[in-house]
C-alpha cells in the first residue's frame, strides 16, 4: 500500500491501486500454492504414462495437470475471493500516523469519520443487501457450474 501510494503520491489512484493489489496479491499466491500441491500429488505412473505416450508439454498441462489440479483450484478461488472481499474492505480504511485515508467503499458505509458521527443505516442497509446480492450471484451463476464441471473431470 505504502509503495504505491508513494508511485502517485498527492492522489487517491495511488491509495485505490493498491487496495486491489493488496486484494489480488493474497489471492495469487493462495491460487499458486494450490497448483503447486496438486502438481505434487498427481501420481509417478501417471507422469511416466505422460512420457511414454509423448505428450507436448501443452497436452501434458490440459490432459494430466489441469485434472488434477482443478479441484483444487475451484475450491481456493471461492475461499480468494471471500479473502479478497476482507482485504478490500480492511484496505479501504486505514491509519498511517496523523493521517487516516479512506476509500469510498463498504468500510466508509459502515464506520463513520469520526466516532461522534451518525452511521448511515439507510446506506447501511443498502450496501448489505447489495454485498449479499453480489455473492448469491457470483455463486449461482460462476461457483455452481465450475463445482459441478470439475466433478465430471475427475481422473
Not at 505504502?2 to 492522489?11: N, Q, T, V
Not at 479473502?83 to 479501504?92: D, H, K, N, R
Not at 469510498?104 to 466516532?115: E, L
Request: hydrophobic content about 55%; glycine content about 6%.
Amino acid at each position: 500500500m505504502l509503495a504505491m501510494m508513494a508511485l502517485i503520491p498527492r492522489h487517491q489512484l495511488g491509495i485505490e491501486m493498491g487496495s486491489i493489489l493488496l486484494s489480488l496479491h493474497w489471492a495469487v499466491w493462495n491460487m499458486a500454492f494450490s497448483f503447486y500441491s496438486s502438481l505434487k500429488s498427481i501420481p509417478q505412473e501417471m507422469i511416466e504414462a505422460s512420457r511414454i505416450y509423448r505428450f507436448s508439454a501443452w497436452q501434458r498441462f490440459w490432459q494430466l495437470e489441469m485434472p488434477f489440479a482443478a479441484i483444487g483450484l475451484i475450491w481456493n478461488s471461492i475461499v480468494s475471493v471471500a479473502g479478497g472481499w476482507f482485504f478490500l474492505i480492511a484496505c479501504e480504511m486505514f491509519p498511517l500516523g496523523a493521517r487516516s485515508f479512506r476509500l469510498p467503499g463498504w468500510a466508509a458505509i459502515c464506520k463513520p469519520q469520526a466516532s461522534s458521527d451518525p452511521v448511515n443505516t439507510h446506506a447501511l442497509l443498502w450496501g448489505l443487501a447489495v454485498l449479499i446480492l453480489i455473492i448469491v450471484a457470483t455463486d449461482q451463476l460462476i461457483w455452481r457450474p465450475l463445482v459441478a464441471w470439475s466433478d465430471q473431470i475427475q481422473i
